[in-house]
């Protein structure tokens, strides 16, 4: 969001920005992580909400209904803080600045109501690719016309947005039954997306041309900006700090280390993640891997392993030192963008996806949560092999990914003749395209601006 705003204050001076904060008890590093950007970013003003109380600590409440609900419960102080700051006679912004839109994330969508009462347009910013945005906005209507529980359907789903159709179990698992504690929000969230001006989507079109195409087709769906891929590339700066890691990627070969990195919340067992040292071992590559355990007791984020030699292989820390470092968090897009990497090992998050593409890495998939499987899924089979598959149906627990599986993939991987390398190459240059003066981003990024500037 932080860094659509970005992009919107240097293109047009006329446009200032306000950023709402909804601070989130459970993860406060992220808090802290806001509070830097805010120190470092100039000219977007950032305003704390309230710290509100989570719905029920119980644990049986799925996130997606937990974070929904969460964020209704800000509707009245949202409607406070955007009164105060702009339409009360003491505000300086009432006299001078028209505000030109509400802009939410997804899991927002009942701000709609505040931002119809105080008869501004509202937008939706959707972080993930447009063939997810088409699951969502589609999926009031299978709601309607599949009665069984998704999981349990005998039939793939078609869906606009994708030209393949998606087997049930590639969905996200907050979709699989209609009895799960969520759904109904997932369903009231495709919804009430419609009601929005627009649609912003951090994808480029030549990423996905079908969706983005598709969801034009509809005429029910507003207007849909591709404006991506929008990448904290400033995140390069701050983690130059972590020296370790930069110094031993310096004394690595171009293109010749296997970096493997799970996201903010990907973590492994000791099981599996035995599995993936050997793994790497016998595929012989060099490699950084980002390794972190399943959140303790009482916590929401993964953590740092303790004892790394008590959980891996007897001896694998002192035959792979060298060529081979293990280490717990990563300044992933720093360490995309060093010359030393040749292939990504990913759990597929989106932003992952579209930094790997802008530093022109290859990817193998392995998907572990939420629309992951789906991307990876978009990636394999709707793209026609942007990525090398490791496992799209992974879902953790008993099934682990195997030692053979990780050998074969890696090697895939780190082919110099991969024909994945090839099509990365290309859609690498596509994406740098699409962000330049004429590109399409760019060109859907300023019709955004007009429409926002129309004050019909
Ligand atoms: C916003 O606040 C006004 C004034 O306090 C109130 O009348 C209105 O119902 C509120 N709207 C929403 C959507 O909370
Ligand atoms: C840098 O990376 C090393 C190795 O993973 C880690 O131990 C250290 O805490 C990191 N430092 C910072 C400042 O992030």
């Not at 209507?141 to 590639?170: A, G, M």
Request: net charge negative; with cysteine.
């Amino acid at each position: 969001m932080t860094e659509l705003a970005k992009k919107l204050i240097a293109r047009d001076h006329r446009i200032s920005i306000t950023i709402l904060i909804v601070k989130f008890p459970l993860t406060p590093e992220v808090n802290d992580r806001i509070q830097s950007l805010a120190a470092s970013v100039a000219g977007i003003r950032f305003v704390d909400l309230p710290q509100l109380d989570l719905p029920s600590l119980d644990m049986a409440r799925t996130p997606e209904a937990m974070v929904s609900i969460f964020l209704e419960a800000h509707k009245p102080y949202v409607n406070n803080t955007i009164t105060q700051l702009f339409f009360t006679p003491e505000s300086s912004d009432s006299k001078s600045a028209r505000l030109a839109g509400l802009f939410m994330d997804m899991s927002c969508t009942p701000m709609i109501d505040v931002a119809n009462e105080l008869g501004i347009p509202s937008y939706i910013f959707f972080a993930s690719s447009a063939c997810s945005l088409g699951l969502f906005l589609h999926l009031p209507v299978l709601d309607t016309y599949i009665q069984s529980d998704f999981k349990d359907s005998e039939t793939e789903f078609t869906i606009p947005s994708f030209k393949t159709p998606v087997p049930p179990q590639i969905l996200p698992v907050a979709f699989w039954s209609k009895k799960q504690d969520g759904y109904d929000w997932l369903v009231y969230h495709g919804r009430r997306f419609k009601e929005a001006k627009g649609i912003i989507v951090n994808t480029f079109a030549e990423l996905e041309p079908h969706a983005v195409h598709s969801l034009s087709l509809d005429g029910s769906t507003p207007p849909v900006y591709p404006v991506g891929p929008l990448l904290d590339l400033q995140g390069l700066i701050h983690s130059e700090s972590n020296q370790s890691i930069k110094t031993w990627l310096d004394g690595q070969p171009s293109s010749s280390v296997v970096f493997l990195c799970f996201g903010s919340m990907g973590s492994f067992s000791a099981l599996q993640a035995r599995e993936i040292a050997i793994g790497l071992e016998r595929s012989g590559h060099r490699f950084l891997w980002s390794l972190r355990q399943p959140p303790q007791e009482g916590q929401f984020s993964p953590t740092a392993y303790m004892n790394l030699e008590e959980i891996l292989p007897e001896g694998f820390m002192t035959r792979t030192a060298g060529r081979g470092l293990v280490c717990e968090w990563v300044p992933q897009v720093a360490v995309l963008a060093h010359h030393a990497i040749g292939g990504f090992v990913s759990h597929c998050g989106w932003n992952s996806i579209l930094e790997s593409l802008w530093f022109g890495v290859p990817i193998a998939t392995w998907a572990l949560h939420g629309e992951q499987h789906l991307n990876a899924f978009e990636m394999v089979k709707e793209l026609g092999g942007l990525v090398v598959e490791l496992r799209l149906d992974y879902r953790g627990g008993d099934d682990l990914a195997r030692t053979e599986e990780m050998e074969r993939a890696i090697g895939c991987l780190m082919d110099s003749d991969c024909a994945v390398r090839k099509k990365v190459k290309e859609t690498n240059e596509k994406s740098r395209m699409a962000m330049m003066d004429g590109g399409s981003s760019f060109n859907s990024l300023g019709s955004l601006i007009q429409d926002l500037m129309d004050e019909s």
